[in-house]
């Protein structure tokens, strides 16, 4: 039998945290569940992890990283405001449509009071200012209507979490399945049709 290094078990042991997570929450999850899932005894797995605690800081940590790197705005000042919006919306549906696990985590650190997210309201927040005053910028260049940037975003995350969240009503209703790459793309078109029309901003 192939002995796994550890490199390839902290990759098993977090894809099974996903799962757990994604399915019951930080509360409902358990050790015994992700260990089993990884392929580990629940000693080994706390050998790798420390605690439940620090495996899904870890996670939500992941997920920040990863919805921060498609976000800044700033380091994209030679687009126009229609692609970089565009952008944006693409790069955050991939994002739901290959990772509705690790989305849906955030939705259910939410809906459960969000205690274990206070570490990265302040990063996320200093994020959210920049690209809220680079949308303002547009906005008294007369690129975009005079709008709310915090609101622009919201509606932005809300759409696009839509599909890892509701990933099967998706799927029913468009008689599709969303790793269909026809059903993405007209998602994404539709989407960004309805956002850039609304944002008074031509079609890219």
């Known amino acids: 039998m192939r002995i796994k290094n550890r490199e390839e078990i902290n990759k098993n042991i977090l894809a099974a945290a996903i799962i757990e997570f994604s399915q019951h929450g930080y509360i409902g999850a358990s050790t015994k569940a992700i260990a089993e899932r990884a392929g580990l005894t629940k000693s080994q797995l706390h050998y790798y992890i420390g605690s439940k ?8 940590g992941m997920l920040f990283d990863a919805w921060g790197n498609l976000a800044d705005f700033s380091v994209q000042g030679n687009l126009s405001p229609s692609k970089i919006i565009s952008n944006y919306i693409e790069m955050k549906l991939n994002f739901a449509f290959k990772h509705k696990e690790l989305s849906r985590i955030f939705t259910v650190e939410i809906i459960s009071g969000g205690e274990n997210l206070l570490v990265f309201w302040p990063e996320a927040m200093k994020l959210l200012k920049t690209n809220v005053k680079v949308i303002n910028g547009w906005i008294e260049k007369d690129q975009i209507r005079a709008l709310d940037g915090r609101l622009l975003l919201m509606n932005i995350w ?6 890892a969240d509701y990933a099967l009503q ?5 008689e599709g399945s969303l790793d269909d790459l026809q059903v993405q793309n007209k998602v994404k078109e539709e989407l960004k049709t309805s956002i850039l029309l609304g944002c008074g901003l031509p079609l890219e």
Do not use: D, G
Request: proline share 0%.
């Open 170 to 174: 998706a799927e029913v209703i468009l």
């Open 53 to 60: 605690n620090s495996l899904y800081q870890k996670v939500l």
């Open 158 to 163: 809300a759409l696009t979490q839509y599909y």
